[in-house]
């Protein structure tokens, strides 16, 4: 198990370095969100050929997680790259502040994203490890459907709002986004769990859910998405968070 997580990340180090050079002509690191969800897109698929444990089960594994990571990194690729042509405003802040020193930093920044990715990769290794598919691994799939539809809707409905001019400056507050502010980030994590049932709660899949909701609130996603809401909506956005859950879906507070 080690040797295979080890050659899945060397994979990774390689691929991002290249990407990293390619930052250094186009001075975007944007591409570093579609190499984060292609690269366990990579290892989903990579696990299931050469791990260990039941040929269903490494399938099934194997086809939930590629087909949600392929369906992220369209979605961050068509939406954050082909649509837009300036860097994504939370790397031309770092550019900024990092100054000279940009280079190196998001050198390591780059493999940092390899490294991530191979940990997230863990739990779904862990669910592919043991026998024949039950009951339980079909009602983790019912929660995989349930995550990645509302994540897909919920990004659709973002979507939507900014295509229409005339809701440039306005925060969304349509669809799922009514009643929570990260109704994406909410299903992505929801989407953890399915490897936790599926994978019968082995100690290791358990920490799909609990790296996901650390890294949301405290490493990257909401004070990242939330500083750039406030920096471009000013006041709306404010009112926003006064009314409207942070994280997980529920009826908006009267508003002031």
Not at 11 to 30: E, I
Not at 39 to 55: K, M, P, Q, S, V
Not at 80 to 107: I, K
């Amino acid at each position: 198990m080690i040797s295979l997580v080890l050659i899945g990340w060397a994979v990774l180090a390689v691929a991002l370095g290249l990407l990293w050079a390619r930052q250094l002509v186009t001075k975007n690191a944007t591409s570093v969100d579609v190499a984060w969800s292609g690269g366990l897109a990579f290892l989903a698929g990579y696990y299931a050929w050469f791990a260990e444990g039941d040929t269903t089960r490494r399938a099934l594994v194997g086809t939930l997680a590629g087909l949600w990571a392929l369906r992220l990194a369209w979605h961050l690729l068509s939406d954050r790259v082909l649509r837009h042509t300036e860097e994504d405003g939370r790397y031309r802040a770092l550019r900024a502040e990092w100054g000279s020193r940009a280079g190196r930093n998001f050198f390591f920044f780059y493999q940092a994203q390899a490294a991530v990715a191979v940990l997230f990769s863990l739990p779904i290794l862990a669910a592919m490890r043991g026998g024949a598919v039950d009951t339980l691994a079909w009602a983790g799939v019912l929660i995989w459907f349930v995550a990645v539809g509302g994540e897909t809707l919920a990004d659709h409905q973002l979507a939507r709002f900014r295509a229409d001019p005339t809701n440039r400056g306005h925060v969304c507050q349509t669809g799922l986004w009514r009643y929570s502010r990260h109704p994406n980030y909410f299903f992505e994590w929801v989407h953890w769990w399915a490897y936790v049932v599926i994978g019968t709660g082995a100690w290791l899949t358990w920490t799909g859910p609990v790296l996901m909701l650390l890294f949301l609130f405290r490493l990257t996603g909401i004070p990242y998405t939330e500083q750039q809401a406030l920096r471009s909506r000013g006041d709306r956005y404010r009112e926003y968070q006064r009314t409207t859950s942070v994280f997980i879906p529920w009826f908006p507070r009267k508003s002031s």
